[in-house]
């Protein structure tokens, strides 16, 4: 399901105060399916909403994460690569063709599912100072770019054989890389 006009509405609030929200890319882990034609992937922050809602607008953060908007702040440098809490499980899978990735925000913010052609920097050029040297350009991405409201899931299907790679174009260290084999 996706909400687009409530997400709209909080990605022009994000783009014009500057916003930042963050994650930080953690370990890698891989899972790969067993026959299940359906895996699912989940997408996750802990914005604290006090703080956040103050900072961005009401509705921004509707979860009852404990780390404050400043926190996050404090985490946007490369070094750092963002906020370790805002981060996608798992960040690689392996599937078989014809599997539905069924993704979930467990967070409290909104996030992206976003298909790109190469990982890069998102929307919100503030957040892009997670990357490394301080930002990447946009990412390109393919199709429907699959922004999901807290408590909300999409579904993905249809992957050829190959290697696909999502990221959040809002937290652009949230990415998930996805290898899809013949059966
Ligand atoms: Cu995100």
């Known amino acids: 399901?996706?909400?687009?006009?409530?997400?709209?509405?909080?990605?022009?609030?994000?783009?014009?105060t500057g916003a930042l929200l963050a994650g930080t890319l953690t370990a890698a882990t891989t899972v790969t399916s067993a026959d299940s034609r359906r895996v699912e992937?989940?997408?996750r922050d802990e914005c604290e909403p006090a703080s956040f809602n103050a900072a961005l607008g009401d509705g921004t953060c509707v979860g009852d994460g404990d780390v404050t908007f400043d926190e996050v702040l404090a985490t946007l440098t490369p070094s750092i690569g963002g906020h370790e809490k805002w981060r996608n499980k798992p960040t690689s899978l392996k599937v078989k063709v014809g599997?539905?990735?069924?993704?979930v925000n467990q967070g409290g913010e909104a996030h992206s599912f976003t298909e790109v052609v190469a990982f890069?920097?998102?929307?919100?050029?503030?957040?892009?100072?997670?990357?490394?040297?301080?930002?990447?350009?946009?990412?390109?991405?393919i199709g429907d770019p699959h922004f999901v409201d807290a408590g909300h899931s999409t579904d993905v299907s249809g992957l050829s054989a190959g290697v696909h790679r999502f990221?959040?174009?809002?937290?652009?260290w949230m990415k998930t890389t996805v290898s899809v084999v013949r059966s």
């Not at 929307?123 to 990412?139: M, Q, R, S, T």
């Not at 990221?167 to 652009?172: A, G, S």
């Open 167 to 172: 990221m959040c174009v809002i937290h652009p």
């Open 41 to 43: 992937v989940r997408m």
């Open 99 to 103: 599997t539905t990735l069924h993704v």
């Open 120 to 141: 890069g920097g998102g929307i919100v050029p503030p957040l892009n100072e997670a990357l490394p040297n301080h930002g990447l350009p946009l990412a390109e991405w």
């Open 1 to 16: 399901m996706q909400h687009q006009p409530r997400t709209a509405r909080a990605l022009v609030r994000l783009g014009l």
